[in-house]
DNA sequence: CTATACGTGAAAATGATTATCATCTAATAT
DNA sequence: ATATTAGATGATAATCATTTTCACGTATAG
């Protein structure tokens, strides 16, 4: 990922190599304050604002994915290939990966029906996670 | 939609009939402004507040789906049945429905091959409609 | 018709995100 | 190694969508 970002007038400075770090490394899909905590953890001083400034950069150069809710507060996504489903357990507000399904054929099924150039999709499953069902049975 | 309501106590003012009858008849996936600046036009003192107001309310009784994205600003969709997959173009961004697709295979297999309990699902397509590609040709 | 609980309008409060600005520093040339 | 400078940071203010507050209004049950 920190090649894909060299070239342009881009610094590597130590709380952006932090932030790469967490985001690439992270397979938790985390939120801004998760992933704030964790550049503290190493850079105490770190503003809350550099976190943001970092992930909209990667997020222009499509390093990382932006995932929106209706319940606010956004998620972010390292991980590849884009774009993939996700499980979103509504208990515990884990977002996982599942196994990639071939979702090829239903993009184009979609394209050729509505005259949509389409460029990319989303596709989020809501329902509870293994876990979070034995806590439930517990 | 009116019936699903009646039974709690749910008093049917003039402004929650209003958006209920926009929130019904609509297609286009408003947003709350939109929701509001139509209100408006026939109670013009009614509040910004009121709109979210009764939105919510409608949400919690399942009446109507919201929408959200990672740019911010919530779109409301009061099309049955729930759910179905929307196509999303970035130029204009009106929110369309496309033919529905049999999808419950697709949402059976990812449960079983993840353990989730999946209650809800959304598929979203973002891409350019029709009359945005014409606007780019011409 | 009256009473009461729910709804409304206006404005303040909240929460997430973005912009501002003075200061700092990584990258580059000297 | 040093100076230069454009980009980055930290702290804070500003912004935007949404929710809450509260005094007043009104639909509905009795």
Request: charge should be positive; proline fraction near 6%.
């Amino acid at each position: 990922m920190i090649e894909a970002l060299r070239g342009q007038n881009f610094r590597l400075t130590p709380q952006r190599l932090e932030i790469l770090r967490i985001l690439a490394s992270s397979r938790e899909h985390p939120s801004v304050e998760q992933v704030f905590e964790e550049v503290r953890r190493r850079f105490p001083t770190t503003s809350l604002a550099t976190v943001y400034r970092n992930i909209l950069k990667l997020k222009e150069l499509g390093q990382v994915l932006e995932l929106g809710f209706a319940e606010g507060g956004n998620r972010y996504d390292g991980n590849r290939p884009f774009p993939h489903p996700h499980m979103v357990c509504i208990r515990c507000r884990k977002i996982m990966d599942p196994d990639v399904e071939n979702l090829e054929n239903l993009t184009e099924r979609i394209a050729s029906s509505t005259g949509f150039k389409i460029v990319n999709h989303r596709l989020d499953f809501f329902g509870i996670c293994p876990r979070c069902q034995e806590a439930d049975s517990a």
